[in-house]
T-cell receptor
């Protein structure tokens, strides 16, 4: 079966750095997406990786290792507004998105 | 430009009833996808439509159906509602021109089945 694993909840301090991991087992791979979802709101796109390596976009970076079935989202200089759920999603061989359950990130002052 | 719009925002139904949810994609987008998100879980894929044709279907019962109109808006219909259908229903649009496109989500319809 297809499976995406990410931690259920993480806590970090304002101004610090946090890394959210995602491991996946899917039928085929056509890219990995990270989305941010604030409570009661729609998911919003953060990043897309299809090749191995690190993609940096401002305070957010995303890393992919296809051989290990592993990705992480790195958030730097954490702000209170970064408190949200972070969803990892993999596009499988049928070009359908398979979603993880999300990681709830709690930022403390 | 308006983003993806969904209606209604909230809906309360009773078991056995039928519901229709509506979605208007971003102007110029030809692909619409529907997802079901239960609290505390990631979205589950229901349907994808492109140019009025079904492009993909998730593992949902036949009680779930959808269609896309010539203006690329879409409806999701659910018959014989069950308590377990209570969820946030998300619509996402994309241009539809490539396979690895990012999705733009609407704010969702929160469906409660009593």
């Amino acid at each position: 079966g297809q499976n995406i694993d990410q931690p259920t909840e993480m806590t970090a301090t304002e101004g610090a750095i946090v890394q959210i991991n995602c491991t996946y087992q899917t039928s085929g791979f056509n890219g990995l997406f990270w989305y941010q979802q604030h409570a009661g709101e729609a998911p919003t796109f953060l990043s897309y990786n299809v090749l191995d390596g690190l993609e940096e976009k401002g305070r957010f970076s995303s890393f992919l290792s296809r051989s290990k079935g592993y990705s992480y989202l790195l958030l730097k200089e954490l702000q209170m507004k970064d408190s949200a759920s972070y969803l990892c999603a993999v596009m499988d061989s049928n070009y359908q998105l398979i979603w993880g359950a999300g990681t709830k990130l709690i930022i403390k002052p | 430009d308006a983003g993806v719009t969904q209606s209604p925002t909230h809906l309360i139904k009773t078991r056995g009833q039928h519901v229709t949810l509506r979605c208007s994609p971003i102007s110029g987008h030809k692909s619409v996808s529907w997802y079901q998100q239960v609290l505390g879980q990631g979205p589950q894929f229901i349907f994808q439509y492109y140019e009025k044709e079904e492009r993909g279907r998730g593992n949902f019962p036949d009680r779930f159906s959808a269609r896309q109109f010539p203006n690329y808006s879409s409806e999701l219909n659910v018959n014989a509602l069950l308590l377990g259908d209570s969820a946030l229903y998300l619509c996402a649009s994309s241009p539809g021109t490539g396979d690895n496109e990012k999705l733009f989500f609407g704010s969702g319809t929160q469906l409660s089945v009593l």
